[in-house]
């Protein structure tokens, strides 16, 4: 999180949470509390100041995924992918396709029982309850310990919870990021701003904030049955934030 006092952006990895902390660098007339790539906000520092604006980012999940797959395949160290090469020690490595192995990187990934190959954090959540990139986001749109991810008993509680106790008064998605944000601060964001008219024109003027995976392009190589499991895993961030269903 990237906490200004007066508003706080919560930073959801692979959002365009780089841009945005960025952006606001430049723009911003105070200088930042605190800043935590991707960590939670406390329930002290929630409590603490309840006038603080929260807004936080989303991405379409199966845009993300594809962003994740390709994060390995360029980056052999990156975190997920040493621990599936060792427990592909065999030579059957996940990524040796290259971008044509998503579908059964995406297949094995999308298991619950396969949360491991994340982070330990998530794991130790109900994971089967809901997908990566709907931990990805609740863990930084609710406020609190960790802990607090893992006492969900039904889907219905997590929405509750999330209505209830969830920061977000804002949602930028990263489809439409420039407009979303151009917008927030037409709304809301303008008198923490130092030039709020500058910083609008150059959301507006500029190309629009593009990540090199398309929703498209991924559907394209996925069979329906693949696409309705990432519904279905990721079904809060289809229900709750309206994104469009694949099939």
């Given at each position: ?8 952006y ?5 959002t ?17 509390v ?51 090469d ?12 290259g ?28 994971s ?23 006492g ?66 991924a ?26 269903a694949?099939?």
């Amino acid at each position: 999180m990237l906490d200004y006092g007066s508003f706080c952006y919560l930073d959801v990895q692979k959002t365009g949470s780089s841009f945005i902390v960025d952006f606001l660098g430049r723009h911003a007339s105070e200088e930042p509390v605190k800043f935590v790539k991707h960590r939670r906000v406390s329930f002290k520092r929630a409590k603490q100041d309840q006038a603080t604006f929260y807004f936080i980012t989303a991405r379409d999940p199966l845009d993300q995924y594809k962003s994740l797959y390709y994060f390995g395949l360029t980056k052999t160290g990156s975190p997920i992918r040493r621990r599936l090469d060792a427990h592909f020690s065999g030579g059957d490595s996940l990524y040796a396709d290259g971008p044509a192995g998503f579908p059964k990187w995406l297949e094995f990934m999308l298991d619950p029982q396969n949360a491991h190959f994340y982070e330990a954090p998530y794991a130790d959540t109900h994971s089967g309850m809901f997908g990566y990139m709907t931990y990805r986001y609740l863990t930084l749109a609710l406020p609190g310990k960790h802990k607090e991810l893992n006492g969900f008993k039904d889907r219905d509680q997590v929405v509750r919870r999330y209505k209830n106790k969830g920061l977000p008064q804002a949602v930028i998605r990263n489809e439409s990021l420039n407009a979303d944000l151009a917008d927030l601060i037409k709304s809301h964001l303008g008198p923490y701003l130092s030039d709020a008219v500058a910083a609008v024109n150059e959301l507006i003027t500029s190309d629009a904030r593009v990540n090199a995976s398309n929703r498209s392009e991924a559907k394209d190589v996925l069979s329906d049955d693949l696409l309705r499991a990432v519904q279905e895993r990721e079904w809060f961030l289809f229900q709750q934030l309206g994104y469009p269903a694949y099939v």
